[in-house]
């Protein structure tokens, strides 16, 4: 399709790893995804269905001229800092840049006549709180993130949500739960540097491409005593992100709605179906547990289809392992994330 006919969606940090995937779904929907990133942990290579605009989300000069450029009529807002770990060591930054990155952001939508958001949110903003593990999460459940982390994604939210009310911008924030997976082309998939997610670190070490894993505190209030998390395939969460384009909601609407499957899947399940694939037991040890998290964290994903009319199609835990796998054995970029000194780094943040 000749680009100048597509709608143009701006994707801050879509040349990481949930942004790139929902730059693909939005190309096979007839979009252009002109991606907005700084490459501070996106790669160049992930870029592949629309142009890159190279830029800083703090930077609101920058992202004027490319909502221009490209005659943006909605935003799709990835880019930030994600690990939990280093969130409690250096919050200022993640402040900075998740929070008044966004406040950048929707200035310079405002300024430009850009009235339509997808933000990504977080299940980090839930935290444990008073919630049994058994309690799957409702949208309304309580909000008390463990982690500074959390904070920003709830602070963007509600800064999000007050300008909507204040000026008609109309939102829908995405509370993701564990993405996980990758494309099945094998083109595009998860590589965090450095990388702290469970799936890639348990198949670096099936692999033998890495030290052991470390599973973090046995001694939960859990089923077997490792951490519950809902893993939802990225392809899936790309899916929600397109839907949440599509619906219609009134002007200065905002819809906070939780993506996952609601079901729990525990640590060592996910180690024993990483095994199972690989062909050989995941090498472990059991460690402390780490500061900030949740015993866990399982949407209630009722809103999801009542208001996006979205279900999750390809993560089943099986599927999951196998893509993430087919990726991991031929990674396209960040395959330098397997450097032990980096690994090293990856334990002394997480
Ligand atoms: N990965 C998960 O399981 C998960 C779960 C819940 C929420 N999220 C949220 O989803 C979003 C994307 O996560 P991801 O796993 O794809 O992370 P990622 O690190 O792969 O992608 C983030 C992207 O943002 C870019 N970026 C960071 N700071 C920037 C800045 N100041 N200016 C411009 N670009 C910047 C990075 O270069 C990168 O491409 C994040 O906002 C994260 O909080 C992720």
């Known amino acids: 399709m000749d680009r100048k006919s597509q709608t143009a969606v701006l994707v801050t940090g879509g040349a990481g790893y949930i942004g790139a995937h929902t730059a693909k779904a939005l190309h096979e929907r007839g979009f252009l995804p002109v991606v907005f990133d700084n490459l501070s942990s996106g790669f160049r290579e992930a870029v592949r269905w629309g142009p890159l605009v190279h830029g800083d989300l703090r930077d609101r000069a920058a992202l004027g001229e490319a909502l221009s450029a490209y005659d943006i009529k909605a935003v799709i807002h990835f880019a930030g800092l994600i690990e939990v770990g280093r969130s409690t060591v250096q919050p200022d930054l993640f402040w900075d840049i998740n929070v008044a990155g966004t406040i950048s952001l929707l200035a310079a939508m405002r300024e430009k006549g850009v009235d339509r958001l997808v933000f990504s949110s977080s299940a980090a903003v839930y935290g444990q709180g008073q919630r049994s593990v058994q309690e799957a999460l409702a949208e309304e459940a309580d909000k008390a ?5 959390g904070a920003t994604k709830l602070a963007a939210e509600w800064l999000i949500a007050a300008q909507c009310k204040a000026y008609g911008l109309t939102a829908v924030a995405l509370r993701y739960f564990n993405a996980s997976g990758a494309d099945p082309s094998g083109l595009i998939g998860e590589a965090h540097e450095p990388e702290t997610h469970l799936l890639p670190l348990a198949i670096a070490a099936a692999l033998g491409d890495g030290k052991p894993l470390t599973i973090f505190g046995q001694d939960f209030q859990t089923p077997d005593g490792t951490c519950l998390r809902d893993y939802i395939h990225v392809s899936d969460l790309a899916a929600a992100h397109v839907a949440a384009l599509d619906v219609d909601l009134p002007a200065g609407a905002f819809e906070a709605i939780n993506v ?17 694939a690989v062909g050989s037991p995941v090498p472990h040890s059991i460690g402390d547990r780490r500061a900030g998290d949740p015993p866990s964290l399982v949407a209630d994903p009722t809103r999801a289809r009542q208001v996006l009319g979205w279900t999750p199609r390809c993560s089943s835990l099986e599927q999951i392992v196998e893509d993430a796998l087919r990726w991991e054995r031929n990674p396209r970029y960040g395959a330098g994330r397997r450097d032990p000194a980096k690994r090293a780094k990856a334990d002394a943040s997480a």
């Open 260 to 276: 996952g499957t609601g079901e729990g899947r525990s640590v060592s399940q996910v180690v024993a179906a990483v095994g199972k």
């Open 145 to 149: 993130p463990d982690s500074p982390y």
